[in-house]
């Protein structure tokens, strides 16, 4: 072997990719689909490595272009994790005929390699091997990766901005949100994301013709890629059993609600009287559905009334008044009342989302604020 750590790392890693598809093909938990799209995505991925061990091996097909036939999944990787993402966000996700088209990379440089295979001769066969081996390509052919990796990079990207829409309309429903925040999907694609920065810095080093700074760029790679495996199973499939997703009709600010400037201020007063004298805030469950009912409008109504109003979605909406209500109980008469029972009198159920919310709110941390009432 030329590489060993390599092609035993790419093989360690390989196995384990393998055992998850297979656990998530078989698994009877959850949504049937979105664990067979991820098993793919890890089927493919083994597939790669796999192909990667042979290759610093020194072991090569005898048609040495065939080798190239996996480098396809890279037009397969952006596609199937923004399918999933979807999938995983939407409840009522299903796949169109439009959606193919996101395929149509993948199928040309497919066509491309298999005409390579039948049109190579024998007598190019070696060099052509040699050349496999050792990554020593024309420039074009780093042309062609770097185009792959940003075709990833642009599925991340939209991966990344329905994770975001997601968090807006849940933050327009709910007041708590830890539950259901899909801090699992978020590492997902951090992860995705530092695996390919990571892979094309790797496969862009060769131009360099230093072999170190190769064997270290493809060390790190694996390294990042096995801890990611090794995490992967913790955070994705202990998501809440509660969660179904949102519907994509959701995603659709204000529809079916019209109201006018003079009405949203007559709402805003009335629901700041509503929000001081009954304390719904104080509910931890409270969500916009509740809220909507107690001021006798519709979902999209309220969140209109909130959102031009006050300028804020639900979920700061609702925390404004319990961030209030917990310095008006630190303020109070009882001295020896610590910061986490304000915070659950208050109507916060999570101690991360109450700091957050409150630094962001106030300027100021919670402890950082109780020790300035003792310097008063």
Aim: net charge positive.
């Amino acid at each position: 072997m030329k590489y060993n750590l390599g092609a035993l790392l790419s093989i360690l890693v390989a196995f384990q990719f393998l055992f998850l598809a297979l656990y998530l093909f078989m698994h009877k938990k959850g949504i049937k689909r979105n664990n067979r799209l991820l098993a793919l995505l890890f089927f493919l991925f083994a597939i790669n490595l796999i192909d990667f061990a042979a290759r610093v091996s020194g072991f090569i097909f005898p048609n040495p272009m065939v080798h190239l036939l996996d480098d396809a999944f890279f037009f397969l990787y952006g596609p199937i994790l923004y399918f999933y993402c979807r999938a995983v966000v939407f409840h009522d996700f299903a796949f169109k005929k439009r959606d193919a088209w996101n395929l149509m990379p993948y199928a040309i440089y497919t066509c491309f390699v298999l005409f390579l295979i039948v049109s190579l001769d024998k007598e190019s066969g070696p060099e052509i091997a040699l050349k496999i081996t050792t990554a020593d390509f024309p420039a074009w052919v780093y042309g062609i990766g770097l185009f792959i990796y940003l075709h990833i990079l642009y599925y991340l990207w939209l991966s990344w901005r329905t994770i975001k829409m997601y968090h807006a309309v849940i933050k327009d429903k709910y007041s708590s949100i830890d539950g259901i925040k899909l801090d699992w999907l978020n590492f997902m694609l951090r992860a995705f994301t530092i695996i390919t920065v990571v892979a094309m810095i790797h496969n862009l080093t060769p131009i360099l013709s230093n072999r170190i700074f190769l064997y270290v760029s493809v060390t790190v790679l694996l390294l990042v890629t096995f801890y990611f495996i090794n995490l992967i199973l913790v955070k994705a499939l202990n998501q809440p059993a509660i969660f179904s997703g949102i519907a994509k009709k959701e995603t659709e600010k204000y529809a079916m609600s019209n109201l006018s400037p003079v009405d949203i201020s007559n709402y805003k007063n009335q629901l700041t009287n509503l929000m001081l004298t009954d304390q719904l805030y104080l509910n931890p469950d409270l969500n916009s559905k509740d809220l909507a009912e107690e001021l006798g409008v519709s979902g999209k109504a309220l969140s209109q009334v909130i959102n031009q109003g006050f300028d804020q979605n639900f979920y700061d909406f609702i925390n404004t008044f319990r961030c209030e209500e917990v310095k008006t109980i630190l303020q109070g008469p009882d001295k020896k009342i610590t910061i986490i029972e304000a915070m659950f009198q208050a109507g916060f159920n999570s101690k991360s989302s109450f700091n957050k919310e409150f630094k962001k709110l106030t300027g100021q941390t919670p402890s950082e604020f109780k020790k300035s009432l003792s310097q008063t």
